[in-house]
């Protein structure tokens, strides 16, 4: 991965690991039983062709990435280590590979997120899907088509040339056919992805490309999709944690006398841990409730009102150079501002939780995490065991939008289990998510602009403290410009966050862009496309202008905004109308380019709920804090977007069949709060701060 | 300690607990209907919706002690065989989730409140399920969802009714 790529999740850790192993027949048959496996190499992209040749007994790579198996029912299984948490990759990927192998949807199932079945992978963030995985799972379904064409070519002693492939079935032109399943009945056979294997063009695809509907959707609609907090286990028990008055408390004293007590209770100490498990939620609850653990929390610790000069004040590290160098060029006027943006928090519905059980020194844990590899690391760390013994299953999770990077609950479940000597089950309650999770960091911008007598920017100066770098470049034109991140020393746990910094970094661009349209008398709109000379901006800003009728918008309060971000290219235009003292969101419309679109649907249903969950961000939510505590961290304090707040929303979606998939999940929320507070600026002045509020 | 009788999808349980124990764990934990889901406890998102005696009902916030007499229905018991309920079957068809977390809820608080609304407008939909949190904000697909469901019913009614 390139800097670039890295550069949204800064706050994230990275680590490699290897995952090698080498099989001869018997084991390959054991594994997969029998078949046709093909291996992707990690590192193996388009650009980088492995170079391998085909010969049907291939060496596994030291590094997957991911394998494709073809059972002699031609059954399709394919292990990816990605987990899905509601973006719908098992669905986008089953069609890359269904595409290419010319097989039904039906027939593929993807393994996913298991650190024992699938190969390492770093994690699911940073809108990486799409654009790496899905392209190296369609070679790998291509080499396996390739291969199976091979087989009925020798079987029939014919050229490979005259036959087809269709519905997991080679055709020979003379009629003759064959089923994938016939062709590796009893086999062992494996490949790796030869060099320059031929992919459908998106022009080319069948499935992809199409709205298919979610593969495993029915099994939500009856309940019977289990979730990490729905795993049971023999003899399961149910695990609580006593947790501290506020951050940086130091444990005084426990008097757990009365759940010691409870029949079934066991109390877990491990010096500032302290925990319960008990035969039933129920019990467990009860239980932690009747322990009284006294805290001491440091005094003085930093508040929700106080944040943004502390940000400024506590650097990570002393930045340069120095803020406000920029120079405003002769005759130019100059514009400046500072926005702030709150810590929001994540709320998936799905809170923390996991399921822990130990075997003989072996360790399973099921939990809801975008980094299943990263917490069997957390596991082994903590329990001083080495990662072969330690399994993490991922079931497809009650979502995460960045929230779920770490491994709390496995540990802590897994701590409670080893104490238990009993699978323990542990959810956190929403306080706890509330207050011990983590945050999309809170930030500073400032901003100095000047803007020459023709109306073109000369200078744009734009330091964000805390936010993160994810859509720091502007991607107007503009001759100078400095744009710096400086990180802070958040006095709150911070981590990624669905588009994280972007959000910040386009609310503030666009914002000021906004005003300095305004300060010049210029169409916010045209002073935008006249900073503009990247083609792929221009037609979601010029889309989303036409279809709220920008130009004949007469007195209505509108506004608009746009940007790009992972691959990802977004306007949006908010109409608001006042009420009351404040104002309310009548209408969005959004235009998203993301390349090819390979689930119009799916694409349709992200943006759409993209553009929902970021109202709460533009709109009401944001984290009050003091003195080492959440002050507004119940689901009734916090308030996140529901059915009456949301607006008429139109999306549109530009395919563009000759350019790569980008990553989907993320970058359409970004342009949604500055479009609306841009809109409210039509009503009145408006704070430089989210949410948007009139000032 | 006491014993509690209660009828959960047609069938009678006995069940050991406090007065104020949770409904939704006794559901979950106890009798392994995992489909209603935990997510805050607090009464306010929804993903443990069941119906109580018909009626569209948070199951965290309830207490065993005041359940009574008063027959629950969960997700697991809406449809019997591969025929769906017409809501799930609406769902399904508007691909009305993303993560899937809040469907369950999201289900029985449409089919408890077209019991006593069969033909809401949109803004009966937003209006009447505000308590009910998406976090992925499939909201608008939920609306179109519910009404689909409605419309498909009341044809149905219309038939019988009219003999076809």
């Known amino acids: ?695 | 300690m006491a014993r509690y009788l209660l009828h959960v999808n047609g069938r009678e349980h006995e069940i050991d607990g406090e007065p104020g124990d949770s409904l939704l764990f006794v559901l979950r934990d106890d009798l392994g209907l995992t489909g209603s889901r935990f997510g805050c406890g607090e009464g306010q998102c929804g993903a443990c919706t069941v119906l109580l005696e018909g009626k569209a009902t948070r199951s965290c916030v309830t207490r065993i002690g005041a359940v009574g007499s008063r027959t629950i229905t969960t997700i697991e018991a809406l449809s019997s065989g591969p025929e769906l309920d017409p809501v799930q079957q609406a769902f399904l068809e508007t691909e009305a989730f993303q993560c899937g977390y809040c469907t369950s809820g999201m289900i029985m608080a449409a089919v408890g409140l077209l019991k006593t609304n069969p033909t809401p407008s949109d803004e009966d939909v937003a209006r009447l399920m505000n308590g009910n949190v998406c976090r992925c904000g499939t909201y608008p697909r939920i609306v179109r969802a519910v009404r689909l469901a409605a419309d498909r019913v009341a044809k149905a009614t219309t038939g019988v009714r009219d003999g076809r």
């Not at chain 1, 990486?128 to 091979?150: K, N, V």
């Not at chain 1, 080893?418 to 542990?426: C, E, F, I």
């Not at chain 1, 956190?428 to 901003?447: K, L, M, N």
Request: hydrophobic share 40%; net charge neutral.
């Open chain 1, 1 to 695: 991965m390139d800097a670039e790529t890295l550069e949204p999740e800064r706050y994230e850790f990275f680590e490699r690991q290897r995952f090698s192993f080498a099989l001869d027949r018997r084991d390959f048959i054991r594994v997969f039983g029998a078949g046709l496996v093909i291996f992707v190499a990690a590192g193996e992209t388009f650009a980088q062709e492995s170079g391998r040749s085909q010969r049907g007994h291939e060496a596994v790579p030291a590094e997957l990435a991911a394998w494709l198996h073809v059972d002699e029912s031609g059954r399709v299984r394919v292990c990816t280590g990605k987990v899905e948490i509601g973006q719908n990759i098992r669905t986008s990927l089953s069609q890359a590979v269904a595409d290419e192998l010319h097989v039904p949807l039906a027939s593929v199932t993807l393994v996913m997120a298991d650190t024992d079945l699938t190969p390492f992978d770093m994690g699911t963030f940073g809108s990486r899907t799409t654009p790496t995985m899905a392209p190296q799972l369609a070679r790998a379904a291509a080499a396996a088509r390739q291969m199976l064409i091979a087989r009925a070519a020798a079987r029939w002693h014919v050229d490979t040339a005259g036959l087809r492939t269709s519905q997991g079935e080679v055709r020979h032109a003379d009629g003759r056919v064959v089923t994938y399943g016939d062709l590796v009945r009893g086999e062992a056979l494996s490949g790796t992805i030869p060099a320059g294997v031929p992919v459908e063009s998106p022009n080319e695809w069948t499935v992809r490309g199409t709205p298919a509907r979610k593969v495993d959707g029915a099994a939500f609609v009856i309940g019977r999709h289990q979730y990490t907090p729905d795993i049971a286990r023999p003899g399961l028990h149910y695990g609580r944690v006593i947790r501290p008055d506020g951050y940086n408390a130091r444990l005084v004293g426990v008097d757990d006398v009365k759940a010691r007590a409870m029949a079934g209770v066991i109390v877990v100490r491990d010096g500032d841990f302290v925990g319960v498990v008990a035969p039933s939620e129920r019990v467990a609850a009860r239980a932690a409730n009747a322990i009284v653990a006294t805290w001491q929390v440091p005094p003085g610790q930093p508040a929700s009102e106080t944040i943004y000069e502390y940000l400024k004040a506590n650097l990570e590290e002393p930045s340069s150079p120095a803020v406000g160098s920029g120079a405003i060029p002769d005759g130019a006027r100059a514009l400046s501002a500072t926005y702030r943006i709150p810590y929001i928090a994540h709320v998936p519905l799905e809170p923390r939780a996991a399921v822990a059980e130990w075997t003989s020194g072996r360790l399973t844990v099921w939990t809801g995490t975008q980094r299943p590899f990263a917490v069997r690391g957390e596991l082994a760390d903590a329990f001083h065991i080495p990662e072969n013994r330690i399994r993490v299953i991922v079931p497809d999770t009650g979502s995460a939008y960045g929230g779920k990077h770490t491994g709390e609950a496995a540990v802590e479940a897994a701590r409670l289990a080893q104490a238990a000597r009993r699978p323990v089950k542990l959810i956190w309650t929403r306080a706890e998510e509330f207050q011990w999770a983590y945050f999309r960091p809170a930030g500073v911008i400032d901003i100095r602009s000047a803007v020459d007598a023709s109306g073109r920017i000369g200078l744009w100066e734009f330091d964000n403290w805390n936010s993160g770098g994810a859509g720091l470049a502007s991607p107007y034109d503009i001759p100078s410009k400095i744009e710096r991140f400086h990180a802070s020393k958040s006095p709150l746990r911070q981590g990624s966050y669905r588009a994280l910094a972007a959000t910040a970094n386009h609310y503030a661009r666009e914002m000021h862009m906004d005003a300095i349209a305004r300060a010049i008398n210029a169409d916010p709109v045209e002073f935008r496309l006249r900073h503009l000379s990247n083609p792929r901006v221009k037609a979601v800003l010029e889309a989303v202008a036409d279809r709220i009728g920008w130009a004949s918008r007469g007195s209505r309060a509108i506004g608009i905004a746009c940007g790009t971000e992972k691959g990802g290219y977004v306007a949006t235009a908010a109409e608001v109308a006042r009420r009351d003292k404040g104002f309310r969101v009548q209408r969005i419309v959004t235009a998203f380019e993301v390349g090819a679109i390979v689930n119009p649907d799916g694409l349709r249903n992200q943006v759409e709920g993209s553009i929902v969950q970021a109202l709460g961000g533009a709109l009401f939510e944001a984290i009050e804090f003091a003195d080492g505590r959440i002050i507004n961290g119940t689901m009734e304090q916090y308030r996140v977007p529901r059915f009456q707040d949301v607006p008429i929303i139109d999306t549109i979606l530009l395919d563009r069949r000759d350019l790569p998939s980008a990553g989907a999940g993320e970058s359409s929320l970004v342009c949604l709060a500055p479009a609306i507070g841009t809109a409210v600026r039509s009503l009145g002045p408006v704070d430089t701060a989210l949410p948007v509020r009139m000032s």
